[in-house]
């Protein structure tokens, strides 16, 4: 789930309803649907000169058209569509403004009536699942309070979502497209600010706890196949006032609770943690990977959560995405990806579509590697720029992010079926595969039989070279 922007907005605050833009003249069809020619009733088209995206291979100037992402394609034995397994975000596809910290949205959405209500929202489903079929993707991610308004009372609220719910139930149906994930906006509203389950107000746990229940039984209902904690601000902000070690045992026994009611309803999904080093608080707690597998080792909950990775999260904690999804899979706790990429120049959660091959066949190299992503997917935590403020700009992002993952597939593939990096590897460990390395790893060896080993020996056998240059090489040969 994850991210910033537009979600640390009020969000119940509806996008702009802004002046369609002047035409633009380009050497393809820009579709650009006017507010004006949009019916009312069942048939109505909220992008009425968009057509199913279609596969048209690498030579491809349309636009509108996917260049590698050839859903029915076979890599290793398995489809592209179900090795990626794509969603879309519902908060920022749908509920993004385009506003930043320095100005507001400047989204142009016609379909937006500037309400918040009910209605609104059913409508705003009916876009959803009109542009997601449009796409092709078939999984959708959304936060309770992305769908539906919250009201003045919980009670309140959980009607509004109800009503929601019963619009998505009916569009799965209708497309086909399935929930990948559901989760609860622990952060945006005021109560929150000092954390939800870390917070030092014991109501606002306890209202947090009744919030992620209802989230719960919604996916569930949904039939989502996981759901995620991601904690937007549970973490602290200054030391002098925080008792660290309550506030990570609230948050392990609100973990607790929740995985105590998911099998109480009998939830089959997976549940996922979501890292993040920093931002809205200077330290969450759930700052990265090995952090958040220290945290579930020592409240025992490790077997009941796996983790959702995100690229902008990975790089704000100073990390590559491959090095933390190589270490979440390395521990079997990788379980789903929030598919995006941060501006190395910003200091901050920007969200953007990803576009770096390096990134997506890296992402894939350890997919594949672990014999795919399961139940987990592929979402797109990502929102168009605050200048691409067109229906049409959401297309366009999709596309390109759709594809770039699919480059990044055929590419991870092909350097698996040369074996070209697996063979240096085994190459640099060779010592582990038989002799005292053998030994060592089986155990049968202490520091006094290894004191022993070495008097005899006299002293370390030479390094070899790591190669580095030679396997950034290798890596290159395959982008073309």
């Given at each position: 789930m994850s991210s910033g922007g537009d979600r640390f907005s009020?969000?119940?605050?509806?996008?702009?309803?802004?002046?369609?833009?002047?035409?633009?003249?380009?050497p393809f069809p820009i579709?650009?649907?006017?507010?004006?020619?949009?019916?009312?009733?069942?048939?109505?088209?909220?992008f009425p000169d968009v057509s199913k995206i279609a596969y048209e291979g690498p030579d491809s100037k349309n636009p509108l058209a996917f260049r590698h992402y050839n859903p029915d394609e076979l890599v290793e034995g398995k489809s592209m569509k179900d090795h990626l397994r794509f969603a879309?975000?519902?908060?920022?596809?749908?509920?993004?403004?385009?506003?930043?910290?320095?100005?507001?949205?400047?989204?142009?959405?016609?379909?937006?009536?500037?309400?918040?209500?009910?209605?609104?929202a059913v409508k705003r489903v009916r876009v959803a699942f009109e542009f997601m079929e449009k796409l092709g993707c078939p999984f959708y991610c959304f936060h309770d309070r992305d769908v539906s308004p919250e009201g003045k009372t919980l009670t309140d609220s959980?009607?509004?979502l109800d009503a929601v719910v019963k619009a998505l139930k009916e569009e799965q149906q209708r497309t086909g497209i399935k929930l990948l994930w559901g989760t609860a906006n622990l952060f945006s509203n005021p109560r929150f600010m000092h954390g939800a389950s870390t917070s030092c107000n014991a109501d606002v746990f306890a209202f947090s706890a009744a919030q992620v229940k209802k989230a719960l039984e919604v996916t569930k209902e949904l039939g989502g196949e996981n759901y995620v904690f991601w904690g937007g601000r549970e973490g602290y902000v200054n030391l002098y006032n925080t008792d660290l070690r309550r506030e990570l045992d609230h948050f392990a026994k609100f973990l607790q609770m929740a995985v105590d009611y998911k099998k109480k309803i009998g939830f089959g999904g997976t549940f996922l943690i979501e890292p993040k080093p920093h931002e809205p608080t200077s330290h969450q707690y759930d700052f990265d990977c090995g952090n958040c597998m220290a945290f579930l080792r020592t409240y025992g909950l490790e077997?009941?959560?796996?983790?959702?990775?995100?690229?902008?999260?990975?790089?704000?904690?100073?990390?590559?995405?491959?090095?933390?999804?190589?270490?979440?899979?390395?521990?079997g706790m990788l379980g789903s990806i929030d598919a995006n990429r941060g501006d190395l120049l910003l200091g901050w959660d920007t969200d953007q579509f990803p576009t770096d091959l390096y990134t997506t066949a890296q992402v894939m190299l350890v997919v594949l590697g672990q014999g795919g992503i399961g139940a987990g997917g592929l979402n797109f935590d990502a929102k168009?720029?605050?200048?691409s403020f067109e229906p049409i700009d959401l297309f366009h992002a999709h596309i390109g992010g759709m594809d770039?993952?699919?480059?990044g597939l055929k590419i991870a593939a092909a350097i698996r079926k040369d074996g070209a990096l697996k063979d240096i590897v085994k190459q640099r460990y060779a010592s582990?595969?038989?002799?005292?390395?053998?030994?060592?790893?089986?155990?049968?060896?202490?520091?006094?039989?290894l004191e022993a080993y070495m008097l005899q020996k006299g002293n370390a056998a030479a390094n070899v070279s790591g190669r580095q240059e030679l396997i950034e090489n290798i890596f290159n040969r395959y982008f073309r």
């Amino acid at each position: 789930m994850s991210s910033g922007g537009d979600r640390f907005s009020d969000p119940k605050a509806a996008p702009p309803i802004l002046p369609a833009p002047a035409a633009t003249s380009y050497p393809f069809p820009i579709p650009n649907p006017d507010p004006h020619t949009l019916s009312h009733g069942a048939a109505m088209s909220f992008f009425p000169d968009v057509s199913k995206i279609a596969y048209e291979g690498p030579d491809s100037k349309n636009p509108l058209a996917f260049r590698h992402y050839n859903p029915d394609e076979l890599v290793e034995g398995k489809s592209m569509k179900d090795h990626l397994r794509f969603a879309v975000a519902y908060w920022h596809t749908f509920r993004g403004t385009g506003s930043d910290p320095f100005g507001p949205g400047t989204a142009v959405r016609p379909w937006e009536d500037g309400t918040d209500s009910v209605d609104m929202a059913v409508k705003r489903v009916r876009v959803a699942f009109e542009f997601m079929e449009k796409l092709g993707c078939p999984f959708y991610c959304f936060h309770d309070r992305d769908v539906s308004p919250e009201g003045k009372t919980l009670t309140d609220s959980n009607k509004n979502l109800d009503a929601v719910v019963k619009a998505l139930k009916e569009e799965q149906q209708r497309t086909g497209i399935k929930l990948l994930w559901g989760t609860a906006n622990l952060f945006s509203n005021p109560r929150f600010m000092h954390g939800a389950s870390t917070s030092c107000n014991a109501d606002v746990f306890a209202f947090s706890a009744a919030q992620v229940k209802k989230a719960l039984e919604v996916t569930k209902e949904l039939g989502g196949e996981n759901y995620v904690f991601w904690g937007g601000r549970e973490g602290y902000v200054n030391l002098y006032n925080t008792d660290l070690r309550r506030e990570l045992d609230h948050f392990a026994k609100f973990l607790q609770m929740a995985v105590d009611y998911k099998k109480k309803i009998g939830f089959g999904g997976t549940f996922l943690i979501e890292p993040k080093p920093h931002e809205p608080t200077s330290h969450q707690y759930d700052f990265d990977c090995g952090n958040c597998m220290a945290f579930l080792r020592t409240y025992g909950l490790e077997k009941e959560f796996k983790f959702n990775v995100e690229t902008n999260h990975a790089t704000l904690a100073k990390h590559t995405m491959y090095h933390e999804l190589a270490y979440a899979s390395a521990y079997g706790m990788l379980g789903s990806i929030d598919a995006n990429r941060g501006d190395l120049l910003l200091g901050w959660d920007t969200d953007q579509f990803p576009t770096d091959l390096y990134t997506t066949a890296q992402v894939m190299l350890v997919v594949l590697g672990q014999g795919g992503i399961g139940a987990g997917g592929l979402n797109f935590d990502a929102k168009v720029r605050r200048e691409s403020f067109e229906p049409i700009d959401l297309f366009h992002a999709h596309i390109g992010g759709m594809d770039a993952f699919a480059h990044g597939l055929k590419i991870a593939a092909a350097i698996r079926k040369d074996g070209a990096l697996k063979d240096i590897v085994k190459q640099r460990y060779a010592s582990w595969d038989d002799g005292i390395g053998k030994k060592i790893e089986a155990d049968s060896e202490d520091f006094a039989s290894l004191e022993a080993y070495m008097l005899q020996k006299g002293n370390a056998a030479a390094n070899v070279s790591g190669r580095q240059e030679l396997i950034e090489n290798i890596f290159n040969r395959y982008f073309r």
